[in-house]
């Protein structure tokens, strides 16, 4: 039974007097523990799929399903649950808070997901050690590299044990072999656990990692 | 639980310490104006307040105590003869020009009773025997007046009105709101020397009731009896007194004005920085929202933010406050910073500066979430 299920999404999105259509009917479908590449040009749909697909926007028209429940555009209010239970996100720009050290980065998104005390400071620690981050744990994101940035991003998405993983271009800021490596812990970690993972990329190296290769083109699913 | 509000705070530690600052000062400028403000109320009412007279009788329509007008002394016969009235006494305050040994002419506002100790006043005597005012041209003076007479000593002389008085007792905390230097003599004396305005007259019959005595009956049937004067209760007084200067000066307006001011920019302050720290931190409170966080949240951190500045700026405001006490009574000016204004001025601050967070609150509810994929 698939973890995410998008049916016939269509995203249309008003600026000014134009109305322009994103997606014009998006059916995507993940399974627990595939590895899915997503790729197409600029403009082509393919952050607006992943922000339909993880909760932050709804879709104009279609069906959303995630872990059996389907998303009701009408009720923005329930998106951050289902956000909290269900999807992990890793982002191009790691987006992690320059205030927190990295385990406190991973433990703020499990108590957001409603871990707290002792549990969210083991949960932090056990996933930072899973990216080979435990050494670095109470380093401030400053004093990372790029690539350990992205690793703490990865560990605050599998934290909470969301189903769904959602990367959006995750190795666009690093360098070949750092992102070569960041993407087959990813792919590792995801497959180990289980979890479906969705990378939206031009980098075709991830070509190499996934099950599965998806391209959108002008709104619409090509291959 | 990771406090993302307090660490964002204390990231940036110069702007942390520009809002703290801002808070800081502008607490510290509520705190020294209202202070003042209630210092200079309270010498003007001090003596009201330390004379444990339950009515007082004071000519028509007189505006504050040190405003004293003149009638016949002997109304206080009727005054004694009311039922429920224990003890009344006359009290002279009056105006009185000094001659200092420099030659210059100074005011003195002369206090004369026949039994000060029966008042209680002077409250607070550093030097000298207060019996001893009755057995000659003496004069006690408060320590206050060394800023305007400069200094002096027991047992110097002093020319009041042109009559050569003797020093024979000091005083502290006796001062007026126009920092008039407070005099103590004798009643007789007070009469001797200023003749034309005095003799014959008081200007107040102070009146103690007898245990168990009806306040509002006994005022009222002195009032009957004396009907070209008016009868107020210690409370009345006092804050007749004391509406007098706030009205007539311009103080409260100028205090009110300070204090609106004075929270103003406390509040610009705050709600310029949170604004300013939102913006920047836009995109992690997008995050906050991707990972599952909503609105509830990003308040809290910005309310959280609010409240510790505004505690951290209170507690340094009110030290700065409380540190500029002893050096401003040194020139003369009493700071009143009472329990009560304490609480005021802090839930004052929190309001305000959770009020300025409302901005800021206002441009995260349309944070789009979105945002976090852009580049």
């Given amino acids: 039974m698939p973890v995410l299920e998008a049916t016939n999404v269509k995203k249309t999105f008003t600026e000014g007097r134009e109305t322009v259509e994103v997606l014009r009917g998006v059916s995507l479908t993940l399974e627990p523990g595939e590895v899915v590449a997503l790729s197409g040009p600029s403009g082509s749909g393919k952050t607006t799929l992943l922000s339909i697909l993880g909760c932050i926007l709804t879709p104009s028209d279609g069906r959303v399903v995630i872990e059996g429940t389907e998303v009701d555009a009408a009720r923005p209010g329930d998106l951050p649950e289902i956000r909290r239970r269900s999807i992990g996100f890793v982002f191009q720009q790691f987006n992690l808070f320059p205030a927190l050290t990295a385990r406190e980065n991973v433990e703020y998104a499990l108590n957001i997901k409603g871990v707290a005390g002792r549990a969210a400071r083991r949960q932090a620690e056990r996933v930072l050690d899973e990216v080979g981050l435990a050494d670095r744990r109470h380093f401030l994101p400053r004093d990372l590299s790029g690539g350990q940035k992205q690793r703490v991003a990865i560990a605050r998405a599998l934290a909470g044990d969301p189903a769904i993983l959602l990367a959006d271009e995750p190795t666009a800021n690093l360098d070949s072999e750092v992102g070569g490596k960041i993407l087959t812990l990813f792919r590792d970690l995801a497959k180990r656990e289980n979890r479906a993972l969705l990378i939206v990329t031009h980098d075709p190296k991830v070509l190499g990692v996934a099950d599965r290769a998806v391209a959108i083109r002008d709104g619409l699913i090509a291959a | ?375």
């Fill in chain 2, 1 to 375: 639980m990771v406090n993302l509000a307090l660490k964002n705070l204390l990231h940036d530690k110069l702007r942390a310490l520009i809002t703290i600052s801002g808070v800081a000062f502008a607490v510290t400028l509520v705190f020294v104006q209202v202070g003042l403000f209630l210092g200079l109320l309270f010498n003007a009412s001090v003596t009201i307040d330390r004379i444990p007279a339950d009515l007082w009788v004071t000519s028509k329509n007189t505006a504050n105590i040190d405003f004293a007008q003149t009638f016949p002394e002997i109304a206080i016969q009727r005054v004694r003869s009311v039922p429920g009235v224990a003890r009344a006494d006359n009290l002279i305050v009056w105006f009185m020009n000094v001659r200092l040994p420099s030659g210059a002419q100074e005011g003195a506002l002369v206090y004369a009773l026949h039994d000060f100790s029966a008042w209680g006043i002077p409250w607070r005597v550093e030097e000298g025997d207060l019996t001893d005012l009755k057995r000659g041209r003496y004069f006690f003076l408060d320590q206050s007046a060394t800023r305007r007479w400069g200094e002096f000593e027991v047992g110097q002389y002093r020319e009041v009105l042109g009559s050569r008085l003797k020093l024979i007792g000091r005083t502290q905390e006796a001062e007026s709101f126009t920092t008039t230097p407070i005099v103590f003599m004798d009643y007789d004396l007070a009469q001797e020397i200023s003749p034309f305005d005095l003799a014959g007259k008081t200007t107040y019959v102070l009146v103690r009731l007898a245990p168990g005595a009806d306040v509002a009956a006994v005022r009222a049937e002195i009032q009957k009896r004396l009907p070209y004067n008016d009868v107020f209760t210690r409370e009345e007084w006092r804050e007749r007194s004391r509406s007098y200067w706030v009205d007539s000066t311009g103080l409260g307006l100028n205090m009110i004005m300070t204090v609106f001011l004075g929270c103003l920019v406390g509040v610009v302050v705050v709600a310029q920085t949170l604004y300013t720290s939102t913006m920047e931190h836009l995109k992690e409170f997008g995050t906050v929202k991707a990972i599952g966080g909503g609105n509830r949240q990003i308040y809290s951190i910005l309310g959280q933010q609010a409240t510790v500045a505004s505690v951290l700026g209170f507690l340094s405001g009110a030290a700065m406050a409380f540190a500029l006490k002893p050096a401003m009574a040194k020139i003369s000016l009493k700071l009143l910073i009472s329990n009560q204004l304490v609480l005021q001025v802090f839930a004052g601050t929190l309001l305000l500066c959770l009020a300025a967070a409302l901005i800021s609150f206002r441009k995260v509810a349309r944070i789009d979430p979105a945002l976090v994929f852009r580049t």
